[in-house]
């Protein structure tokens, strides 16, 4: 049974940085990713970012390429996400996930296997 941990949320001021953690409890399939989803308050959960079990594959929610980047330690069986230039739009709770490529990209969260608890991030503006 696999489980995901977050931390590295917080407060942070519009412009700055902030370093989300997953660390994963048990084996993740070779065939799954692992990545991000968010939520605000009143929204939907919306796909943030995802990578390949391998690595060498990543996708990004459009709201955040070039600001945000994903990438895995599989040794540490952790993944990360490194937010830099944050805006107040980027506040919500990030949850780590695990599942098949295809269905973080289609943003189907019904489908993915495994989620984290979450953890809070809020950007003042």
């Known amino acids: 049974q696999v489980q995901l941990v977050e931390s590295g949320g917080g407060l942070e001021q519009s412009g700055g940085s902030l370093r989300l953690s997953c660390a994963a409890s048990?084996?993740?399939?070779?065939?799954?990713?692992m990545g991000w989803f968010r939520q605000a308050p009143g929204k939907e959960r919306e796909f943030v970012a995802a990578?390949?079990?391998?690595?060498?594959?990543?996708h990004y929610a459009d709201s955040v390429k070039g600001r945000f980047t994903i990438s895995k330690d599989n040794a540490k069986n952790t993944v990360y996400l490194q937010m830099n230039s944050l805006k107040p739009d980027d506040t919500a709770v990030y949850y780590c996930?695990?599942?098949?490529?295809?269905?973080?990209?289609?943003?189907?969260?019904?489908?993915?296997?495994?989620w984290g608890q979450g953890t809070l991030v809020t950007v003042s503006s």
């Open positions: 996930a695990t599942g098949r490529e295809y269905n973080f990209v289609r943003g189907e969260t019904r489908y993915i296997e495994v």
């Open positions: 990578i390949s079990w391998s690595g060498s594959s990543t």
């Open positions: 048990g084996r993740i399939s070779i065939f799954y990713a």
